[in-house]
């Protein structure tokens, strides 16, 4: 069974920064591209970072340029995503997710709020 | 970057009603066009993905057509259980879009 599990999320200030995990079990983790999804309260689906299977080539959306790092430990089966310098408009769900199968995590809640 | 229109934003329908949902993209996704499901408090659910092949455990009931520009997915009779939000998400260019919902609530 296909299991995406992330952790991490939390109340943070406006400046802080938190690292988000998603734990990868069920399939060949290094196989595949992850990705890493937010949908702010009450709004839609944003892709805010993407990385390859091998981890040579990643995405940043322009919201999150220069202050996300998305990174991967296949050893680990293990996704992650370094926030930095929050700011109040990255409250959101993140989700791990795998689209070449449509495997989502269940969401981490982050609230940057003071 | 690619965007992706959904229309309605809302529909209103009952239970045995037929759906209609349609996502409409700025330019050619070819049939790389995937549909989920959202229901409150829970992650999306992969429905139909290249335009029009069900995922795995999707009832028969939910079907894709379109390709290019113009999808449509369709609900043939709304079972309880499908009243939820539906996207459309493009992987035919990078950066990967979804489009903006349409929510589909019990009249």
């Known amino acids: 069974e296909v299991q995406l599990l992330e952790s991490g999320g939390g109340l943070v200030q406006p400046g802080g920064s938190l690292r988000l995990s998603c734990a990868a079990s069920g399939f060949t983790f290094s196989n595949f591209a992850m990705n890493w999804v937010r949908q702010a309260p009450g709004k839609g689906l944003e892709l805010v970072s993407a990385?390859?299977?091998?981890?040579?080539?990643?995405y940043y959306a322009d919201s999150v340029k220069g202050r996300f790092t998305i990174s991967r430990d296949s050893s680990k089966n293990t996704l992650y995503l370094q926030m930095n310098t929050l700011r109040a408009e990255d409250t959101a769900v993140y989700y791990c997710?795998?689209?070449?199968?449509?495997?989502w995590g269940q969401g981490t809640l982050v609230t940057v709020s003071s | 970057e690619i965007v992706l229109t959904q229309s309605p934003a809302t529909l209103s329908l009952s239970p045995g009603e037929r759906a209609t949902l349609s996502c409409r993209a700025s330019q050619s996704v070819s049939n790389y066009l995937a549909w989920y499901q959202q229901k409150p408090g829970q992650a999306p659910r992969l429905l139909i993905y290249?335009?029009?092949t069900r995922a795995t455990g999707i009832p028969a009931r939910f079907s894709g057509s379109g390709s290019g520009t113009d999808f449509t997915l369709t609900i043939s009779s709304l079972e309880p259980e499908d009243f939820a939000v539906y996207y459309c998400?493009?992987?035919?260019?990078?950066?990967?879009?979804f489009g903006g919902g349409t929510k589909v609530e019990i009249k």
């Open positions: 998400q493009q992987r035919s260019n990078w950066p990967i879009t």
């Open positions: 290249d335009a029009s």
């Open positions: 997710a795998n689209f070449d199968w449509g495997y």
């Open positions: 990385i390859s299977g091998s981890g040579g080539s990643t």
